[in-house]
């Protein structure tokens, strides 16, 4: 399986995907790792987390070719996965519309309110019950790419997965973000003079809920794997 992992932030690393889906490479592009111009040859395609947004791409300038690879890995029809900045990404580079949370930032655990669709997809579906997730973005998917099938939103309205072609999943949480992982995105925070808290209770939260967590979303890594090592050889 020729599985590559971009990287657009130093604070969101692969985290557990590192124990569920390893061997794979890591594409540090916050770090200056050229990004692909295109997914030939992969297998897989994960696009992790991180501060930016998809509108900063003037000062982030990893961020378009990020969106390139990803609107390439679609057509292709290689099994790809976004991950929060990396679901944003996802639909803003297939024509959805990214927005700041009217709420503010949302940094809590929540539970997916899944969509009928949802039991049926072979990624989010082995996964597709009531089970915690760890959200913390400031930026939310108001409309999803034209075409997106929608598999679940939070209570409070906010798109949190979908699909788009036949393989490709956009998840607004962090599937993959231990406590260490999101304390570090706290402490970020407070170094920088934003944190709220709000922020506080949440790291709380996830900090009772590791264990849970971790269990929760093993099940739809492992289902992302299943589906890149059926689509194709690797290179």
């Not at 290689?78 to 519309?97: D, E, K, N, R, W």
């Amino acid at each position: 399986m020729n599985l590559l992992v971009v990287q657009p932030d130093e604070l969101c690393p692969p985290g557990q995907l590192a124990d569920w889906l390893s061997p794979f490479q890591v594409c540090r592009a916050y770090g200056g790792d050229p990004v692909p111009e295109n997914a030939d040859g992969l297998s897989g395609l994960i696009v992790l987390g991180g501060l930016p947004g998809v509108h900063d791409a003037d000062r982030v300038p990893w961020l378009t070719p990020i969106m390139t690879l990803l609107a390439d890995a679609v057509r292709q029809e290689v099994p790809t996965l976004g991950i929060c900045l990396g679901h944003q990404l996802l639909a803003h580079a297939l024509g959805g519309t990214v927005i700041s949370r009217p709420q503010g930032q949302n940094s809590r655990v929540l539970r997916p309110v899944w969509t009928a669709e949802a039991a049926l997809d072979p990624v989010v579906g082995p996964a597709s019950a009531q089970l915690p997730a760890v959200a913390w973005n400031a930026d939310t998917v108001a409309v999803p790419p034209p075409g997106a099938i929608e598999l679940a939103r939070s209570d409070d309205g906010d798109l949190l997965a979908f699909r788009i072609g036949r393989s490709a999943w956009g998840v607004q949480w962090h599937p993959e973000a231990s406590y260490g992982i999101v304390k570090g995105w706290y402490d970020a925070q407070c170094r920088a003079g934003t944190a709220r808290p709000e922020l506080e209770r949440g790291l709380a939260e996830i900090r009772a809920a590791e264990t849970e967590l971790s269990a929760a979303w093993r099940p739809l890594a492992l289902a992302f794997a299943a589906a890149a090592t059926g689509s194709r050889e690797p290179a």
